[in-house]
């Protein structure tokens, strides 16, 4: 019986974040398809404690430790003309592995999760790769170099340029390259050469919309007591995009909302805020809570649900989840690609900071709108959005025709 490889950057467990998220949903499908053997990298000893979540999934895993820092990895990866996205993921233990394993199982097919564990595939592979891109990650880099100046701009525009080229060889390697949307997609095939026979397809993100549920969570305590109104975000805080988009509602357009409502807070949410992201508490209504065990609490508790980012690559899990929830949610254009919700009716989008003001306002003065967006956006994501629809043709991408059934609990 064929079995399957599934290489991930970062460990699948606990789905806390939107890579974690969807890594961890696929590689639960993989297992329900095949025996499937894991390989991954942990930074954390939180990461390093996840051995039992592998154990109980997978046929074999190996978790090794990402050490090397991440000035080292550009030191080296300047040595060696590389993305810094690889030589921060390389790892020889995790190599000896994967080659011990390929040589040992009966893999039929390899799943690499995110472009960087890409460098792990031998280059004699001769059976099934699908490379899951998740996001173009060589387009990020070129919009943080564009909005950049001096030596950043530099290192971001050459880690776009060999990203790149690492993208290109991975789709035109795979039987199928996978991106989180059709527009992330649609924006990779624009960036091949001319003539590429690559296959590169969207397999969309999903949502746990049982776990995810208006009925699931009480608001948080220490919200619902305070007079509000409430604006959350939520995020891996010190992801750049995510600082920049606090950044911009607590500096820019809380102002104009405060103006309105004096008592209006903005609930920053989400793990390692950068000192960046930790001086705007106190900031115009902003408070900065860090890491929580729970994020239903807090979307359960606003009034609306913010994403005002600049800058987005593929879906933002974060908007779903609020969507989920019933909340009514606001975001930017950016924030909206690739969720295909229409506008005005399951969600708000609003571009410039005087209109995401304004759209904001305009919400506040109307509970019932609020309402019945909120209620139309779970709507939207129970019809389109659940997990099994998401990975319906996962089996078929892998060269297996049906399903075996998951014998193990995998929570």
């Not at 051995?51 to 060696?80: N, Y």
């Not at 030589?87 to 011990?100: H, P, Q």
């Not at 609306?304 to 929830?325: H, Y």
Request: hydrophobic share 45%; net charge negative.
């Amino acid at each position: 019986m064929s079995e399957i490889l599934f290489l991930a950057h970062r460990v699948p467990f606990p789905p806390d974040r939107g890579d974690k998220i969807r890594s961890h949903h696929i590689l639960k499908a993989l297992a329900a398809i095949a025996p499937v053997h894991v390989g991954t990298l942990g930074e954390t000893d939180d990461d390093m404690a996840q051995e039992g979540e592998l154990a109980a999934i997978a046929d074999s895993f190996h978790l090794a430790r990402r050490t090397t820092p991440l000035a080292v990895a550009g030191l080296k990866a300047l040595a060696s003309r590389e993305p810094v996205s690889l030589t921060a993921f390389r790892n020889e233990s995790l190599r000896d592995w994967v080659e011990k394993t390929l040589r040992e199982r009966q893999i039929g097919a390899i799943y690499v999760f995110s472009g960087q564990m890409g460098q792990y595939v031998p280059a004699d592979w001769t059976g099934r790769l699908v490379v899951d891109l998740v996001d173009v990650d060589s387009a990020k880099f070129a919009a943080y170099a564009d909005d950049g100046s001096g030596p950043r701009a530099w290192i971001d525009a050459r880690e776009a340029r060999l990203l790149h080229r690492e993208e290109v060889r991975l789709c035109e390697a795979a039987d199928h390259a996978l991106l989180v949307s059709e527009a992330e997609a649609r924006l990779m095939r624009r960036r091949l050469p001319g003539g590429s026979a690559a296959d590169v397809q969207a397999l969309g993100n999903g949502i746990d919309a049982e776990f995810f549920s208006p009925r699931s969570a009480t608001p948080q305590p220490d919200i619902a007591a305070t007079k509000g109104p409430h604006f959350v975000f939520s995020g891996q805080m010190d992801y750049a995009p995510n600082v920049s988009a606090v950044e911009r509602m607590a500096r820019r357009i809380m102002p104009v909302i405060c103006e309105v409502h004096p008592d209006a807070a903005f609930h920053i949410v989400g793990r390692a805020p950068s000192a960046e992201v930790q001086r705007l508490d106190g900031l115009n209504g902003t408070r900065v809570w860090g890491a929580v065990p729970d994020m239903r609490p807090f979307l359960a508790a606003a009034d609306i649900v913010v994403a005002p980012l600049t800058i987005a690559r593929g879906v933002q899990n974060k908007v779903l989840e609020a969507m989920a929830m019933a909340r009514p949610v606001l975001v930017t254009p950016e924030a909206a690609t690739g969720i295909e919700a229409q506008a005005g009716v399951h969600l708000e989008i609003a571009d410039s900071d005087e209109d995401f003001a304004a759209s904001a306002l305009a919400l506040l003065a109307d509970g019932e709108r609020r309402n019945a967006l909120g209620a139309a956006g779970r709507d939207f994501v129970l019809d389109h959005r659940s997990w099994p629809a998401m990975l319906e043709k996962l089996p078929a991408l892998m060269g297996f025709p049906v399903h075996r059934e998951l014998a193990r609990d995998v929570g």
